[in-house]
């Protein structure tokens, strides 16, 4: 029914940046918020950032500062900006639909920060 796709993973050097890209396709209601998350192996999964339909967005502390969740100029797309990468931001990353009706989720992408 709705379909979310995540990318813009890859191999960063520590400080360095990417931007993940989080599109939503399918039946989509007209309002809805997205969550980016990630997990790394071994350890639970981990809320990062909330972008709510109506703009605000809220942070966890470990990326405050470093990562950005916006929309694009579709309201379908939405990025995550993670500058000032760490070796501890290793990790599946994954984007999450939520709605009055129920969410779905991404496949992630893999984000690897090598020193």
């Known amino acids: 029914q709705v379909q979310v796709v995540e990318s813009g993973g890859g191999l960063v050097q520590s400080g360095g940046s990417l931007k993940l890209s989080c599109e939503v396709s399918g039946r989509t209601l007209s309002a809805y918020d997205i969550g980016w998350y990630r997990q790394a192996p071994g350890k639970e999964r981990e809320y990062l950032a909330r972008?709510?339909?109506?703009?605000?967005?809220q942070y966890e502390d470990a990326v405050k500062g470093r990562f950005t969740i916006f929309r694009g100029t579709t309201k379908n797309v939405v990025y995550l900006q993670m500058n000032n990468l760490k070796h501890e931001d290793t990790a599946g990353y994954y984007c999450e639909y939520i709605s009055g009706r129920g969410d779905a989720w991404g496949r992630g992408t893999q984000v690897t920060v090598y020193s």
């Open positions: 972008l709510w339909d109506n703009g605000l967005t």
